[in-house]
Every structure is written in structure tokens, then in C-alpha cells.
Nanobody
């Protein structure tokens, strides 16, 4: 099991940028696929972006394609989410998640970081 700690959230105006970080401890991050999810008030948690252990594969929700970029630094055991051109509808708690390469689901989660985009 790994422990995940997100940081970098905050309040930003529409059109602005934020960079979220997810620090991983417990096991080398290179053994995990990583992802970001988000949950807005009154809504279910939704997928945002994912990255393979090697960084060769990435995927994004249609709502963030072209605006968000997921990346990872296995040497630093950290995953990032660069968010540009933020919109008020991006307001949510953002969660980092890890999936062991032998598993089919993301089973390790961070506590979340709040992102608020004002119009």
C-alpha cells in the first residue's frame, strides 16, 4: 500500500492556471499507474487524467483535453497535474489515485486538495 498526499490547490480566476502535486510514499511510484479524479459538490467522483508507470501512456477526460497535462517524476515519487485555462466548472476536490500494475482498479487514494475557480 502507498500513501498519497496532494498539494497545490487553491483559488484562481477563470482562465488561470494551477499545478497540483501528489507525493507518494511507501513504495516506489514506478510500480503504479497513477491518476487524478475530482469531485464537485453534489456530484459523483469523476475521472480526470491517468498516466502509465512509464509515462508512455496518458489519457484524459474529454472535458479537460487540451487544457490539463498529467506527468510524473518517478525519481521524485511525484505525480503532477498542470491545469491551464481553468473554468468555473473545474471547481472540485481533486484526488490522486494509484493502481498497482497487477490490479484492475485504483485502490490507493489521497485526501484531496480543493480547487476553486472564480468567474
Amino acid at each position: 500500500q502507498v500513501q498519497l498526499v496532494e498539494s497545490g490547490g487553491g483559488l484562481v480566476q477563470a482562465g488561470g492556471s494551477l499545478r497540483l502535486s501528489c507525493a507518494v510514499s511507501g513504495r516506489p511510484i514506478s510500480s503504479y499507474a497513477m491518476a487524478w479524479f475530482r469531485q464537485a459538490p453534489g456530484k459523483e467522483r469523476e475521472f480526470v487524467a491517468a498516466i502509465s508507470w512509464s509515462s508512455l501512456g496518458t489519457s484524459y477526460a474529454d472535458s479537460v483535453k487540451g487544457r490539463f497535462t498529467i506527468s510524473r517524476d518517478n525519481a521524485k515519487d511525484t505525480v503532477y497535474l498542470q491545469m491551464n485555462s481553468l473554468k468555473p466548472e473545474d471547481t472540485a476536490v481533486y484526488y490522486c489515485a494509484a493502481r498497482a500494475l497487477t490490479q484492475a482498479r485504483f485502490t490507493s487514494w489521497g485526501q484531496g486538495t480543493q480547487v476553486t475557480v472564480s468567474s
